[in-house]
């Protein structure tokens, strides 16, 4: 059963850069598409962008310009960088894996709270 | 970017009733869209994939139906562990995006 894990700081000031990243047991990155998705306290969700296997990325333009997802098949690892973070910026991170080559998604992790706060 | 608006924003029903959860796109999204359950504290679910396909474990008595800008997702008759949050989801074109979300509550 393929089990994905978020890890990183729970607080972040502003202007400063979110890090977060999830670990992947049981199974590989190889062959999947891998994402990045959150959801501020109460409300719904947004797809913030994913990583291919192979490093091939693509992101929410919307975040475009601070976003940078990256991908460690060594470690069985992505991760997720969000510069020049505001309050607008706190949620909850979920990192998922793809269904096959499709853009939904079939395994999601627990899911980590990060506060952008002084 | 597609909008997913879905309908209606909370629905109060007793278990053994039938559920109907609408998800309307702002432009076509073929049969590219997905449904997820969110319990409180959980991370979504996949429940339905490309309109009609049930995911891996999920019960018979959810369905998907629609195409092109109309959806519906149907609990044929609703089960305890059922109340929650659904949302549709479309992959028609990026950026992904989600609806803001049905409440399903117990009436």
């Known amino acids: 059963q393929v089990q994905l894990q978020e890890s990183g700081p729970g607080l972040v000031k502003p202007s400063e850069t979110l890090s977060l990243t999830c670990s992947v047991s049981?199974?590989?990155?190889?062959?999947?598409?891998w994402s990045w998705i959150r959801q501020p306290p109460g409300k719904g969700l947004e797809w913030i962008g994913y990583?291919?296997?192979?490093?091939?990325?693509n992101y929410n333009p919307s975040l475009k310009s601070r976003v940078t997802i990256s991908a460690d098949t060594s470690k069985n690892q992505f991760s997720l960088e969000l510069t020049s973070v505001t309050s607008a910026d706190t949620a909850v991170y979920y990192c998922a894996r793809h269904l096959r080559d499709k853009g939904h998604f079939e395994y999601w992790g627990q899911g980590t709270l990060v506060t952008v706060s002084s | 970017e597609i909008v997913l608006t879905q309908s209606p924003a909370t629905l109060s029903l007793s278990p053994g009733e039938r559920a109907t959860l609408s998800c309307r796109a702002s432009q076509s999204v073929s049969s590219y869209l997905a449904w997820y359950q969110q319990k409180p504290g959980q991370a979504p679910r996949l429940l339905i994939y490309d309109v009609s396909t049930r995911a891996t474990g999920i019960p018979g008595r959810f369905s998907g139906s629609g195409s092109g800008t109309d959806f519906t997702l149907t609990i044929s008759s609703l089960e305890p562990e059922d109340f929650a949050v659904y949302y549709c989801?479309?992959?028609?074109?990026?950026?992904?995006?989600f609806g803001q979300g049905t409440k399903l509550e117990i009436k």
């Open positions: 989801q479309q992959r028609s074109a990026w950026p992904y995006t």
């Open positions: 049981g199974g590989s990155l190889s062959g999947y598409y």
């Open positions: 990583v291919y296997y192979t490093g091939i990325t």
